[in-house]
């Protein structure tokens, strides 16, 4: 089993860059793919960003793709979400995922994830 804890949230305008952490605990970390989900007041938790166990492969929706860059540290069983050019659709709550099965055509699901963390606020003014 693995716990998840995000930070990194925060209010910030839009253009501006935000770097989203999860630390995760226990000594398997490498072999457990990551995810980042977020959800909007209203809205359904949507896919944001995967990574795979080795950090090798990396996998965005649409609406991020060439803004937001996700990352791991094996060794500090840490995952990243390094968001720039940030725009006002981006303001929700974003979780980070994880589970240790998942196939690739499956990392964007949510409910191939197993394990979640609380969430952290993220408020894009315009």
């Known amino acids: 089993q693995v716990q998840l804890v995000e930070s990194g949230g925060g209010l910030v305008q839009a253009g501006d860059s935000l770097r989203l952490s999860c630390v995760a605990s226990?000594?398997?970390?490498?072999?457990?793919?990551m995810g980042w989900f977020r959800q909007a007041p209203g809205k359904e938790r949507e896919f944001v960003a995967a990574?795979?166990?080795?950090?090798?492969?990396?996998y965005y929706t649409d609406s991020v793709k060439g803004r937001f860059t996700i990352s791991r540290d094996n060794a500090k069983n840490t995952v990243y979400l390094q968001m720039n050019s940030l725009k006002p659709e981006d303001t929700a709550v974003y979780h980070c995922?994880?589970?240790?099965?998942?196939?690739?055509?499956?990392?964007?699901?949510?409910?191939?994830?197993?394990?979640w963390g609380q969430g952290t606020q993220v408020t894009v003014s315009s």
């Open positions: 995922a994880a589970d240790r099965q998942i196939i690739q055509s499956s990392y964007f699901r949510d409910t191939s994830y197993g394990f």
């Open positions: 226990g000594r398997t970390f490498s072999s457990y793919v």
């Open positions: 990574v795979n166990r080795n950090g090798g492969n990396t």
